[in-house]
């Protein structure tokens, strides 16, 4: 088993790297400076009593603020992973791990994680397409409860599979593992994209399917396609066309608040700092997710993970959090979602039934 797990694991340091590269950055834009707010010029608040909290599966946060699924399977992965939840447990925030099947497969266990990150909530993941395979629901559940996790992600990457080398292709059946995990485990099941965006047919699909939450994960954020494409060995041009696929953040985020009302909605995919995360909220996501700008914080040698100074980050996305709601005049969460906004220039106005 240790064998045939070592390419997986190599795969996912070799990820780590690339995703640090300028050169797999997403060619689109993710859409939030397409929403702007409009300013408060007699804000009658106390920037020091603004109210950011919020509850996620169960857990109170600090800020509907997401640490979003970056890597996992080998000890580069563990230690990165080891901090994040370090700082995820400081800054009171949501951590959602890197998939899980190389560390379980390799007989790793994440169980120091829940040490590390005692009170937030902690979110699994697996891949779609491995969870259609011959023991995937076990699998599920095995990385459910080695983390002790609040839930589970199942992560839909159907174009980084096309072009990743050693990339599956056999789809047939995910849909109904997915439905299969939702009845056999215990926690809310999660399903998320990696950078190509859910649709809002998909998106109401999955809800109908039982999925407790969907995150949008649109383009303009990681491009894992540009990351399988600069694995290749051998000339990747097949795939040039392909390269920035996907539907933008922001515009999934709209079609799917709109189309799934009352339905728990995570927004991720090129949200760069607190102002994106507001906008995130703003549009009707219940829990905002940052991935690269972590990572690149925590690996400002891209060697040693640095806590510190990905909890400065994180600080400082609460601070600009904080920000957005004293320059709109809105003392918390519930009120910001009544201000006033402008998408492409124009009043827009954002239900949120």
Same mark, same amino acid.
């Given at each position: 088993?240790?064998?045939?797990?070592?390419?997986?694991?190599?795969?996912?340091?070799?990820?780590?790297?690339?995703?640090?590269?300028?050169?797999?950055?997403?060619?689109?834009?993710?859409?939030?400076?397409?929403?702007?707010?409009?300013?408060?010029?007699?804000?009658?608040?106390?920037?020091?009593?603004?109210?950011?909290?919020?509850?996620?599966?169960?857990?109170?946060?600090?800020?509907?603020?997401?640490?979003? %699924?970056?890597? +996992? &399977?080998t000890p580069r $992965?563990? #230690?990165?992973?080891?901090? @994040?939840?370090?700082? !995820?447990?400081?800054?009171?925030?949501?951590?959602?791990?890197?998939?899980?099947?190389?560390?379980?497969?390799?007989?790793?266990?994440?169980?120091?994680?829940?040490?590390?990150?005692?009170?937030?909530?902690?979110?699994?993941?697996?891949?779609?397409?491995?969870? %259609?395979?011959? +023991? &995937?629901?076990?699998? $599920?559940? #095995?990385?459910?409860?080695? @983390?002790?996790?609040? !839930?589970?992600?199942?992560?839909?990457?159907?174009?980084?599979?096309?072009?990743?080398?050693?990339?599956?292709?056999?789809?047939?059946?995910?849909?109904?593992?997915?439905?299969?995990?939702?009845?056999?485990?215990?926690?809310?099941?999660?399903?998320?994209?990696?950078?190509?965006?859910?649709?809002?047919?998909? $998106?109401?699909?999955?809800?109908?399917?039982?999925?407790?939450?969907?995150?949008?994960?649109?383009?303009?954020g990681t491009n894992?396609?540009?990351?399988?494409?600069?694995?290749?060995?051998?000339?990747?041009?097949?795939?040039?066309?392909?390269?920035?696929?996907?539907?933008?953040?922001?515009?999934?985020?709209?079609?799917?608040?709109?189309?799934?009302?009352?339905?728990?909605?995570?927004?991720?995919?090129?949200?760069?700092?607190?102002?994106?995360?507001?906008?995130?909220?703003?549009?009707?996501?219940?829990?905002?997710?940052?991935?690269?700008?972590?990572?690149?914080?925590?690996?400002?040698?891209?060697?040693?993970?640095?806590?510190?100074?990905?909890?400065?980050?994180?600080?400082?996305?609460?601070?600009?959090?904080?920000?957005?709601?004293?320059?709109?005049?809105?003392?918390?969460?519930?009120?910001?979602?009544?201000?006033?906004?402008?998408?492409?220039?124009?009043?827009?106005?954002?239900?949120?039934?």
């Amino acid at each position: 088993m240790a064998t045939r797990c070592k390419p997986a694991a190599a795969r996912k340091d070799a990820h780590i790297d690339l995703s640090m590269s300028p050169v797999t950055k997403s060619g689109v834009d993710s859409g939030f400076d397409r929403l702007s707010f409009d300013h408060c010029a007699l804000p009658d608040l106390q920037f020091a009593d603004l109210d950011l909290s919020q509850t996620f599966l169960g857990r109170p946060l600090s800020a509907p603020l997401m640490i979003g %699924a970056m890597t +996992g &399977g080998t000890p580069r $992965a563990e #230690a990165i992973n080891a901090a @994040l939840a370090e700082v !995820a447990q400081s800054q009171k925030i949501a951590f959602a791990v890197g998939s899980q099947r190389a560390a379980l497969e390799l007989g790793r266990s994440a169980k120091n994680l829940r040490f590390l990150a005692p009170d937030i909530p902690i979110i699994g993941n697996l891949g779609a397409v491995q969870l %259609a395979q011959g +023991g &995937g629901v076990a699998l $599920a559940q #095995a990385a459910i409860e080695d @983390l002790e996790a609040d !839930a589970i992600a199942i992560h839909l990457n159907p174009l980084q599979e096309l072009i990743q080398p050693e990339g599956e292709r056999d789809w047939r059946g995910v849909s109904v593992a997915i439905e299969a995990l939702v009845k056999a485990v215990n926690v809310p099941v999660i399903v998320k994209e990696v950078g190509a965006g859910i649709n809002a047919d998909i $998106a109401a699909q999955l809800f109908d399917m039982g999925v407790s939450a969907v995150d949008v994960a649109g383009a303009g954020g990681t491009n894992w396609a540009r990351i399988e494409a600069a694995r290749h060995k051998a000339d990747a041009s097949l795939y040039d066309p392909f390269l920035d696929w996907g539907m933008t953040t922001i515009d999934c985020l709209l079609a799917v608040t709109a189309r799934c009302k009352g339905r728990l909605v995570i927004a991720s995919g090129g949200v760069r700092h607190g102002l994106d995360v507001m906008r995130g909220y703003w549009l009707g996501a219940d829990m905002v997710s940052v991935a690269g700008p972590m990572l690149r914080h925590l690996l400002n040698d891209n060697k040693t993970p640095a806590a510190k100074d990905l909890d400065a980050f994180v600080e400082q996305i609460h601070e600009q959090m904080r920000m957005t709601l004293f320059l709109t005049g809105a003392d918390n969460l519930k009120t910001f979602r009544d201000v006033a906004a402008r998408l492409d220039g124009l009043r827009f106005n954002q239900t949120h039934d």
